[in-house]
């Protein structure tokens, strides 16, 4: 059973930066595809970037474009999701996911608090 722990939440100020981390217990391949979602309070859960393990193919949401940046490290088998030029508007508990293919998030973690004041 695969894990996932996001990690590298936190206060930020707007103009500011943050960079999350998403660590798989295990190496394998139910996890070709990985993804960033978010979810603010009162609002649905959106989509902010994917990327492959095989190729690093790099997918990004509208708001994300431009000031986030999606990575992976093979050798820890850890995503990363660089945040810059935040905006409170990017308030939301961030939940990593990974799945064998795109659209298919077969585990979750536990998600991880990013607060940007204005």
């Known amino acids: 059973q695969v894990q996932l722990v996001e990690s590298g939440g936190g206060l930020a100020q707007a103009g500011g930066s943050l960079r999350l981390s998403c660590a798989a217990s295990v190496r394998t391949n139910s996890c070709n595809y990985s993804a960033w979602f978010r979810q603010a309070s009162g609002k649905e859960r959106e989509f902010v970037a994917a990327i492959t393990k095989s190729t690093g193919t790099k997918y990004y949401a509208d708001s994300a474009k431009d000031r986030f940046t999606i990575s992976r490290d093979l050798a820890k088998n850890t995503v990363y999701l660089q945040m810059n030029s935040l905006k409170p508007e990017d308030t939301a508990v961030y939940f990593c996911?990974?799945?064998?293919?795109?659209?298919?998030?077969?585990?979750w973690g536990q998600g991880t608090q990013v607060t940007v004041s204005s």
């Open positions: 996911a990974c799945g064998p293919q795109r659209g298919q998030h077969d585990y």
